[in-house]
């Protein structure tokens, strides 16, 4: 994995990990891994096939062999937020509980929000860093990640996907991995 991120980058290469820890305690699930495997199940159901750049995911049998939430489950549980859009801070609030986000005063981990003034702050399961959406009135004026210790700012997004924990949200509609992967693939 390593050596594809340095000759590919790091857009291109994507983990999909098993969502149990192996080391030490078996049957737990981690956290860490929840967030891997969504996110590279979110980037493959956007993912648009020969005009987009080549995706390459590193993985292994344990993985694999995992069901995960069908493309559906994982598009009606999905909220999607850009730059310029009006949205009722009221109703993506409403929103973010349905799907089992908690609110908090700062938010330090996947699966919680914080409101504050014009700010929006949520941890994404599809993002190892939390996304920051600050708001001129009903519109989204930007969107950045930024760093749990910090609170210090790292990129500018122009959209963002926010997912819940797919385990527990929806109908529990599991397939096998395989259906994610465009059929051309090697």
Not at 9 to 37: C, M, T
């Amino acid at each position: 994995y390593h050596d594809m991120v340095q000759m590919l980058g790091e857009e291109s290469v994507l983990f999909f990990p098993s969502s149990y820890r192996r080391a030490i305690k078996y049957n737990q699930k981690d956290a860490a891994n929840a967030i891997l495997r969504t996110e590279v199940l979110s980037r493959l159901s956007s993912y648009a096939g020969n005009d987009a750049q080549p995706l390459y995911i590193v993985t292994y049998p344990e993985a694999l062999a995992e069901k995960v939430v069908s493309k559906n489950e994982l598009s009606d549980n999905m909220v999607r937020i850009a730059v310029g859009a009006v949205v009722d801070v009221t109703e993506l609030e409403k929103r973010f509980f349905e799907l089992g986000f908690r609110r908090t005063d700062y938010v330090y981990e996947p699966g919680q929000f914080a409101i504050r003034g014009s700010i929006v702050d949520i941890f994404s399961y599809s993002s190892e860093n939390p996304f920051r959406i600050d708001f001129f009135g009903d519109e989204v004026d930007s969107i950045r990640t930024f760093e749990v210790e910090t609170q210090l700012s790292r990129e500018r997004k122009e959209a963002v996907s926010i997912v819940p924990e797919l385990n527990v949200a929806g109908s529990g509609e599991f397939v096998s991995f395989m259906e994610f992967i465009p059929k051309d693939s090697v």
